[in-house]
């Protein structure tokens, strides 16, 4: 068929479209008292206001009006089963969709939209916290990972242009592939019953507005990192009994050092680190608050192999530490029953009919690199080198998982006593003004983490190189991002602090709202004690004991036989 012809038939079809639609009244979705500059998102609790304007070239009849806030994810793969090869899978979830209802009042009677007169509908929808339990009714390997599903995914892949008042060229990348997409929309849908049978339902006119949403997602507790040693396979994730993650996080490395290619060992350099504090976005529209950064404890250790020349060779010196992060994005055409760090659960193994299914996007973006020629090394002795390896907390006050619990590091396994050496690094992790970030989130779907610069770890990753040789040492560390709510940042922001209770007015019998209203020091002693931290644990034999309250003792139980006998 000629090219000519089959352009002249698309034109025609978008014409007679066009002439289609010609007639059919106008629905335009509009919002006011956006929060922020425009193209700004709506975070947790934040109002959406605005109206529906209807308008029609001509007197139109219609039955009912639908206002909802919709959130749809959609993803695509090409399929690549012998079978249907070349056939593209687009799933789509329905993951919200929030109604207005509208008045009886507001509405024409009768139910005729009249030519040049403008009908205006308003509207309220409050941004949720939580999802509906039927959103995800798929199988779930825990709790934990129905749980995340049923979080409020933020939007993916929908550029703020799309919602109006922002520059295309202006709004951030935010390192999302086009084959994942999170989109929240207002939409306004004008009905009509089929006049044949009164059954079905048409449209006779509808509009959409996009909206942007960051919800506010909380600092979940440090990954368990188990098997942090730096051997092969180490950095294993656990989620659970019964899970199994391949190598992704490494908390720990160590590499012998040589003094030359045919010289002896010089000795062993290890360095570790813990899971930092999670970063922390501001709330849409709010500047106050700062960039989002946070600090991570490099421990540096250092064995001489030859205890006798310790006391008077350095240790090697340490030349540059560089940082990356590595941003992946999961996504999948089936609901996806497990983390995106599993491989059974998310991934699937290779060559298995879930990995034809399951995809990941990558893009690293390098952080910082920085000189620690001027790091101190400390000297300890051999008395020195015990210490807890137990989950606790370092001295920054972050969460440690399966790394030592004090600021001296884990003995290599070629120390055999004697003379070490260690050192501590901080360094910032601070996200890049140039890119937009979402906080980390799992839903049915889609998934982001946040990964180092290797791609098998969750975070900012450092690279250490120093000592004889030029060697190098990576760990990969997770890092979460997280979101503050609106509320949480304006406390922040304006320093209020709770009013210590003395000042409450809390008295016997009275409410606390009268200015005058003196504090009652019993009831002040009753809440402290309400309060307290308890132990729990069984009594103690004196207080088991039925004489210390004058009770008469108990003998024995009689056996069987005993009672059978008498």
Known sequence: MDQNTISTRNTVASHVRSLAHMGRPRVNVTLQDRVGPPGSSYTTGDHMQGEVVVTTPHDARFDGLEICLEGTTKTFMENLMPTTAGARIEPQHVFLQTRQPVYESIMPQPRVLESGRTNRYPFTFVVPAQLLPRVCKHACDSEQVHAAHLRLPPSLGDSPASAGGVDKAAALDDLAPDMSKIAYSIRARLTRSRERDGAAVVAVGEGRRQVQIVPAMDEDPPLQVVGDDGDAGAGRRSRGVGSQAPALYRLRKHKDLKKGLVK?????????????????????????????????????????????????????????????????????????????????????????????????????LPLSSRC??????????????????????????????????????????????????????????????HKAFVPTFHSCLVSRVYRSARGSAGGSSGILRGGSGGIALTLRIPVQIAARGRSVAVAIATDVEDPPRSSRGFRAGGSGDDDNAQADPDVDAELDAMFKPRLVSPPAEALSDPATYGLPQRGPRPTSSSSSSS
Request: aromatic share 8%; hydrophobic share 35%; net charge neutral.
């Open 264 to 364: 002896g060992r010089l000795g062993t350099l290890s360095v570790e680190a813990a899971q930092p504090k999670a970063l922390e976005l501001a709330p849409p529209g709010c500047t106050s608050s700062g960039r989002a950064d946070t600090m991570v404890t490099v421990l540096l250790r250092f064995d001489p192999a030859d205890q006798a020349a310790a006391a008077t060779s350095p240790p090697p010196r340490l030349s540059e530490l560089a940082s990356r992060l590595k941003v992946y994005t999961y996504f999948s055409t089936t609901p996806t029953n497990g983390f995106p760090d599993s491989s059974h659960d998310s991934m699937g193994s290779p060559g298995s009919t879930q990995q034809l299914y399951r995809r990941s996007f990558f893009e690293t």
């Open 372 to 433: 620690v020629e001027a790091a101190r090394w400390e000297r300890h002795d051999n008395n020195d080198s015990s210490h807890s390896t137990a989950r606790a907390e370092n001295p920054l006050g972050h969460g440690i998982s399966s790394v030592s619990s004090s600021t001296v590091p884990r003995a290599t396994p070629s120390y055999r006593g004697g003379v070490f050496f260690t050192a501590t690094i901080l360094v910032p992790v601070s996200l890049p003004a």
